[in-house]
């Protein structure tokens, strides 16, 4: 399922479900929730939150993972098609921090 955020300052971000919780989870808000905003007031502390996490995400290694889902040592980087958070979350940055800059909420589910 895709999650689709919004907000008048920038065009949509869509998001798979999996990737758009780790996101909810990131900003302090509910992963389950089927409609939700962040407001002006808000995007501030959910920016800082999601640019730590990207951080952190860029400094773990990257494992490769098996058939059965479960991480293989010695993984051949070079064909690793794992995409972290840190890569996942950069447009929604984008998106909060235009967002921010025009004094507008980002809202999902509406």
Request: charged share 25%; aromatic share 4%.
């Amino acid at each position: 399922m895709l999650i689709t955020f919004k907000s008048t300052a920038s065009n949509d971000v869509l998001m798979f479900d999996t990737a758009a919780k780790d996101f909810l989870r990131c900003i302090g808000k509910a992963p389950d929730a089927a409609t939700g905003i962040i407001t002006v007031d808000q995007l501030p502390a959910a920016i800082d939150s999601v640019r730590a996490a990207i951080a952190a995400d860029r400094t773990q290694p990257l494992t490769a993972v098996d058939n059965a889902g479960k991480e293989v040592a010695g993984g051949d980087d070079e064909h690793d098609e794992r995409v972290g958070f840190g890569v996942r979350a950069v447009p929604m940055l984008e998106l909060m921090e235009r967002a921010l800059a025009e004094r507008a909420p980002v809202v999902w589910g509406v």
